[in-house]
């Protein structure tokens, strides 16, 4: 009833004033809504003024939806940790993060709707990862995926080890080379007494090397003189049965002993003999 005189008519949802849209009709004496969606839910206010004062009713409607679920992901290293936030109506049974151990909280957000929060962490090596997260109500369940992540090497950017590092699952785990013991705090390695290090079997292979070609160099230069020496020792005891000359020729007052050959080698058949050397004008004398 419009009243006498007549009313002014405002239509409100949630205090704020309505006005024609999509799916919403208003006029002064009905409010209309089509292709109702989980948003429309709320307080309803009709109010009806005129000079003799005002009139309002409130109604409440509430919009039966499946959860709406929203995943956010912080990645640090190969570590992601998740948050998922869902609502919907009616009450909310179950905001679970998949493949993780999550944990959940459920609470009524406000009169017409229902939420929950999910906490989770899950670790990925290698490969890119998709995360999701679910939350049901007797309405029905929802499933929401989130951006893909691929994991950084625990060992480029949070490792502390001083010698060896391997890269695991959202962590890292440091060793020691052979001659080494890892210490107390698992990070740093302590060298065993009496032990030959790595670095110092380096550098004695290092200069190992070099002084067994300098060794192997000398023994070939002593044994290349000895031959030369051994075989000057042959020459000079062959030299010392035979003179050899660059020509033939008779000996000056030769004993008539003596005889010549067209090689060049005076010989004497007698026990003493002499000749002269033809370059150096000296007298030998040789006893056989």
Not at 116 to 128: E, K, L
Request: with cysteine; proline share 4%.
């Amino acid at each position: 009833n419009p009243g006498t005189p007549l009313a002014s008519v405002v239509w409100s949802k949630n205090g704020v004033p309505l006005s024609n849209t999509s799916n919403m009709v208003v006029t002064s004496t009905m409010l209309q809504l089509s292709n109702i969606q989980a948003g429309d839910r709320g307080q309803y206010v009709v109010m009806a003024t005129n000079k003799a004062g005002s009139s309002e009713i409130h109604f409440n409607l509430f919009v039966s939806f499946r959860p709406v679920v929203n995943l956010s992901v912080t990645t640090s290293g190969s570590q992601a940790m998740l948050q998922c936030d869902a609502y919907g109506y009616p009450v909310l049974t179950e905001v679970t993060i998949v493949g993780t151990t999550s944990t959940s909280n459920l609470y009524t957000q406000d009169g017409y709707t229902f939420g929950g929060r999910a906490y989770g962490t899950q670790a990925f090596m290698g490969c890119t990862a998709t995360f999701s997260c679910k939350a049901s109500n007797s309405y029905g369940m929802t499933t929401a995926a989130t951006a893909t992540c691929a994991e950084v090497s625990e060992c480029v950017f949070n490792s502390s080890c001083s010698l060896i590092c391997t890269n695991t699952i959202g962590s890292y785990i440091c060793s020691c080379r052979p001659g080494y013991i890892l210490d107390i705090d698992n990070r740093n390695c302590n060298e065993i007494a009496g032990s030959t290090s790595y670095d110092t079997w380096k550098i004695a292979v290092i200069v190992v090397i070099p002084l067994s070609i300098a060794s192997a160099l000398l023994i070939f230069i002593l044994i290349l003189v000895l031959k030369i020496m051994q075989e000057k020792k042959i020459s000079k005891q062959s030299n010392s049965s035979t003179v050899e000359h660059p020509r033939t020729e008779a000996l000056p007052n030769a004993n008539p002993d003596m005889r010549t050959r067209e090689d060049g080698i005076w010989m004497a058949q007698n026990p003493v003999y002499s000749c002269i050397h033809p370059e150096k004008d000296t007298i030998m004398v040789m006893i056989i």
